[in-house]
């Protein structure tokens, strides 16, 4: 009896002390989820605008409307963050403005010119979906019986989607038949800057300097500030000079400091190098920059501007009523609807196993099927929450891996991305035109890079029958950009190769690829149900 009292006093402290006792049992700090959580959100913060531009274009609504969209999604990317930290305890992050329901959304409603009413019942049913599969036994089959390859590789996979992401949100590469390939040359400044944040990133990943991707974003930033956008400019030479002045005078700092043993010296010396640039953009005036400057952001459309709330009940309304008017359309809709689904279960099933693969505690089969069920209910209820919005669900499959990469390991990196999000509504003139794609998708393209490159290092374990479903999955998403028709060729290939080894493949397993088959079938050859 005693033991029992003295187990049930420890889960009461544990309790109390919800902070504290999560990072000691996790093996992180406060500080460390802090900057997880702020860090997540400025790498993500471009995405807004671009995100709400979308749904303007694709819903018909007023560009005016752009600050209101905005609103929405961070005050949703606050709660959704806030709620999933405190239930799950762990870094599942919703950035809205990521979330892949945006773009597939946007593209399902101007292909089958869908109402608007119909598209959020799409959104609505599929939470339903969600909900009731995890409370079946769904998540134990698919943590029990998903193949090795397919655990080890989930980090890639993301990484791919991730990489894509960047490099088409920067602008450099177009597969338009209208524009070339490469849509910018290295001689321009802007593709420069992204080269530039790329590579100092990865850099800084790789010497294991702390803070890596928060300094290489403030450090590209106000690169990005001080750059003239065009080589024609008449401040272009004097402001390369200057760029160069400032790395020079970084170089001798950091000799000098490495000279004399100072403990990280990297790090101490870049922080350094951000003050100077930040009082640099103050003193230097470039009309011409790639990025606006502070003295420039009065001028335009200011920094602080109060919450623009008068979309809040258009897009976070009652559900009522959306529901049987996609089912009213079922006929037309249902491949759609299908599609999205199972998107959406293929990308989450990626994200439980990339949570698994950095965070050792869920490796345990007993503890990572309750987990899953728990993620799957947040992520229906996200869906039932902002079903309506167009906006919810599939966030987490783009934002909790960068989260995992920057070293989050519990909700309270969740809480605290919720927290920044309710302090970016006071700022969303800075999310508009300041918080450009060249600045942040540097960090995201290395994330990216980094997931697929740790996916790689870990893979000594594997053999061959593993690996080269991996490696045909993340190329062919790379060329595609289609997840589930490259996974499938994934898992004919696993299942191929199993059979002529005459390994046993799972019967679950045989029947989510004959699913997958017939899906990508009907979808490819019969145009009807093409949803791209």
């Known amino acids: 009896m005693k033991r029992k009292e003295m187990v049930q006093e420890t889960n009461v402290q544990t309790e109390k002390c919800y902070f504290k006792c999560q990072c000691k049992a996790n093996g992180t700090t406060v500080w460390n989820e802090l900057l997880a959580g702020i860090t997540t959100f400025l790498i993500l913060s471009f995405s807004y605008y671009q995100s709400s531009t979308i749904l303007v274009n694709a819903l018909n609504i007023s560009g005016e409307n752009i600050p209101g969209i905005i609103?929405?999604?961070?005050?949703?990317?606050?709660?959704?963050?806030?709620?999933?930290?405190?239930?799950?305890k762990k870094p599942l992050i919703y950035s809205i403005s990521t979330g892949l329901t945006v773009f597939l959304t946007a593209e399902t409603f101007a292909h089958y010119h869908m109402g608007i009413s119909a598209g959020f019942g799409?959104?609505?049913?599929?939470?339903?979906?969600?909900l009731v599969l995890a409370f079946t036994g769904v998540p134990k089959m698919i943590v029990e019986h998903a193949p090795t390859w397919i655990r080890k590789g989930s980090p890639a996979f993301l990484g791919s989607l991730l990489i894509l992401f960047a490099i088409h949100a920067a602008g450099?590469?177009?597969?338009?038949?209208?524009?070339?390939?490469?849509?910018?040359?290295?001689?321009?400044?802007?593709?420069?800057?992204?080269?530039?944040?790329?590579?100092?990133t990865l850099i800084l990943h790789y010497t294991k300097t702390k803070n890596a991707f928060l300094l290489s974003i403030l450090i590209t930033l106000f690169f990005g500030m001080i750059l003239s956008k065009n080589p024609a400019n008449p401040t272009f030479p004097m402001s390369w000079l200057i760029i160069i002045g400032y790395i020079a005078g970084w170089l001798m700092l950091f000799s000098i400091l490495h000279d004399k043993?100072?403990?990280?010296?990297?790090?101490?010396?870049?922080?350094?190098?951000?003050?100077?640039?930040?009082?640099?953009?103050?003193?230097?005036?470039?009309?011409?920059?790639?990025?606006?400057?502070p003295d420039q952001w009065v001028g335009s459309q200011g920094v602080v501007a109060l919450p623009a709330i008068n979309l809040l009940p258009i897009f976070g309304g009652s559900p009522v009523g959306t529901i049987p008017m996609f089912i009213n359309q079922i006929g037309t809709f249902w491949a759609p609807f299908i599609s999205l689904?199972?998107?959406?279960?293929?990308?989450?099933?990626?994200?439980?196993?990339?949570?698994?693969n950095y965070l050792p505690a869920n490796k345990d089969n007993n503890e990572a099927s309750p987990l899953f069920s728990k993620m799957m209910i947040t992520e229906g209820?996200?869906?039932?929450?902002?079903?309506?919005?167009?906006?919810?669900?599939?966030q987490s499959s783009s934002s909790t891996p960068i989260a995992l990469l920057l070293g989050a390991k519990t909700g309270i990196a969740s809480i605290f991305f919720?927290?920044?999000?309710?302090?970016?509504?006071?700022?969303?003139?800075l999310l508009s035109y300041v918080f450009l794609p060249i600045a942040f998708c540097p960090a995201l393209l290395s994330v990216g890079i980094v997931l697929i490159v740790r996916t790689f290092e870990v893979s000594g374990s594997l053999t061959i029958d593993e690996l080269l479903p991996i490696i045909a999955t993340l190329l062919l998403t790379l060329i595609t950009n289609d997840l589930i028709q490259s996974l499938l060729v994934g898992l004919l290939l696993y299942a191929a190769i199993g059979s002529f080894q005459k390994k046993q493949i799972p019967f679950g397993m045989?029947?989510?690829?004959?699913?997958?088959?017939?899906?990508?079938?009907?979808?490819?050859?019969?145009?009807?149900?093409?949803?791209?």
């Open 71 to 88: 609103t929405v999604m961070l005050i949703f990317s606050a709660i959704l963050s806030i709620l999933a930290g405190i239930y799950i």
């Open 341 to 356: 689904l199972l998107l959406h279960l293929v990308l989450f099933v990626c994200l439980f196993f990339t949570m698994e």
């Open 122 to 130: 799409l959104l609505l049913l599929e939470g339903l979906v969600f």
């Open 172 to 200: 450099f590469i177009s597969v338009s038949s209208d524009t070339p390939f490469l849509a910018q040359t290295i001689r321009t400044p802007a593709l420069f800057l992204f080269l530039f944040g790329t590579l100092l």
């Open 418 to 429: 919720g927290v920044t999000s309710i302090f970016g509504i006071f700022f969303i003139p």
């Open 261 to 293: 043993k100072v403990k990280y010296a990297l790090e101490k010396s870049l922080w350094i190098l951000v003050a100077c640039l930040f009082g640099g953009i103050l003193l230097y005036t470039n009309s011409y920059s790639i990025l606006l400057r």
């Open 510 to 532: 045989w029947i989510f690829i004959i699913t997958l088959f017939v899906f990508e079938f009907f979808r490819i050859v019969i145009p009807y149900f093409s949803i791209t």
């Open 381 to 394: 209820m996200a869906s039932l929450f902002t079903g309506n919005s167009s906006l919810a669900s599939l």
